[in-house]
Each structure stands twice: as structure tokens, then as C-alpha cells.
């Protein structure tokens, strides 16, 4: 069983994680929000799932459900959620559960995240772990993008304005892709993203710069959009670029508050840009 809440990113985070405990010949129950579960059902990277915010889960403290009883019987765990005092440790154990692993979800110094959940799992880490995109893309490796339009899909925003570049930056990155043989650009927004959008359109404008703008209404449409459409991506350190880089799209991240070395996307085709002003 591997516990995982959180953002988007740090759950795409947790891939490598999955894909080695299947690797190894266990049956992985995911328990995370049910958008994440949606999001890579595709890919068979989990065998069961528990919704981390129903009722069902939530159950564990009191009474738990049979089912999620039964779950947790005989089970490893593998929890990335801050467990302080080890309730949720007592509970897994009550019901079960053999084994109970606290995993470092939000490390503060190398090495990358993704290393350091496989070592907090007691497990080795490949040495491609960080250059493995692990959901699938149609046609992918097979089909290559050359006889596809040329389209950069730009995501300028992210969870924390400190994070985001300014959109100058990426309408000059938009307009080099342009002129160097590039067909279109796609710049996506979400719901955080508000504030940046009259400003990069703005900037987009000044640019002579031509885009199309997208909202998808949810993750698993991203997705498609994405894997799709895209032939490069352009993005800050979010959940969207971690998505592109887990999908084999070549994807360039840009950093300007937190550290690439613990933070970058893992996946096949990843330019890091470090923005950072202290240099480090």
C-alpha cells in the first residue's frame, strides 16, 4: 500500500515508486486523491485504489470498513503523509499491516525527491530512475514527432508567484521557438493562474507573438491535450511540467525558488533552466 496526498507534482513524484514495487512482483493499492488515480489509470502503475478523502479512508481512525480492513491485512505500507505522533502507523498496524514505512515527502536537501523516496522505501534506485517517463503517449516510442506541426505548449504559471518566470521571458522563448521553424504555441492556464494570464497575454501582444489559450476542466484532459498536441513544452517548477516530463514530451523547467537537484521533473527529455538570483 503507498499513501500519497498532495499536489500534482509530488505525486508525479511517487511514479518511480509505484513502477518498482510492480517491477518487483508486488500488487501495489494506491491510496491518493481520486483525480491522481484517474490521471494514470491508463498506465497500470497501481492495482487498487483507495480515494484518500472519502469516508472509506477516513474510516481507519474509528471503525474501520471491512474492506478497508481487508486492504490493509498482511500489507506493506509505504506513507508519505506526516504521521508525527504514529496514529496513522497504530491504525495500519491494528488492522494488519506487516510492515509501516515513513517516506520523506518533502526533503529539504539532496538528494532528488524521487531518489529519496525509493531509499526511505528500502529500496534501490535504477540508474535511470530520474530519466524515466512513466506514462504512456500514443505512438510513443515508436511513432516520433517529425512528421507532427511543431507546437510549444507553455504553462506560465504554478502554486506560488515566486515560482513563476516572467511572462517576458516566455514570450521571448515563444517567439525564438517561432522563428526557428516552430508552427504554433499553446499557453494553458489553471485555476491558480488567473493573475498571470492578463499579464502574459499582454506581453504575448507586445511580442507579436501568436497563441492559443486552453483551461482543461480536468487533470485526465490535460493529459490528452498534452500527449497529443505537444512536441515541446515550456513550464515553471509545477505539477503541468511534471506531467509533460513524466509523458516523454521534451520539456524545459524553469527554476527560480526552489532546487532542481531535490525538485526537478523526472522523465526522459528534461532541460533544466535555473533562474535562481543566488546562484546555487
Known sequence: MVIRSGGLGDFLLTLPLLA?????????HLVTRRAWHQ???????????TDIDSARFASLWSNAMPDLAAVFADAEVFCLLPDP??????????????????????????????????????????????????L????????????????LWIHPGSGAAAKNA???????????????????VTVSFGAADEAVAPLLTSCFAAAGVPFEVVRPAAVTALRT?????A????????????????????????????????WGPVGETVTITDLRTDGI
Open 20 to 28: 518498482r514495487l510492480q517491477a518487483g512482483g508486488r500488487a501495489v
Open 39 to 49: 490521471l494514470i489509470a491508463p498506465d497500470g502503475l497501481a492495482d487498487g485504489f
Open 85 to 134: 505522533d504514529g496514529t496513522l502507523q497504530r491504525a495500519a498496524c491494528r488492522l494488519g499491516a506487516t510492515a509501516f514505512r515513513r517516506i520523506d515527502a518533502r526533503p529539504t536537501a539532496p538528494p532528488h525527491a524521487a531518489l529519496r523516496i525509493l531509499l526511505d522505501s528500502g529500496l534501490t534506485a535504477e540508474p535511470d530512475v530520474l530519466t524515466t517517463s512513466h
Open 136 to 151: 504512456r503517449r500514443p505512438g510513443h516510442p515508436e511513432e516520433t514527432t517529425s512528421g507532427r506541426p511543431a507546437l
Open 166 to 184: 516572467a511572462p517576458e521571458w516566455f514570450a521571448e522563448s515563444a517567439k525564438q521557438f517561432l522563428a526557428q521553424g516552430g508552427t504554433s
Open 225 to 229: 491535450a498534452l500527449a497529443s498536441r
Open 231 to 262: 512536441t515541446a513544452f515550456l513550464g515553471n517548477d509545477t505539477g503541468v511540467t511534471h506531467l509533460a516530463a513524466a509523458l516523454a514530451i521534451p520539456t524545459e523547467a524553469v527554476f527560480l525558488a526552489t532546487d532542481p537537484d531535490i
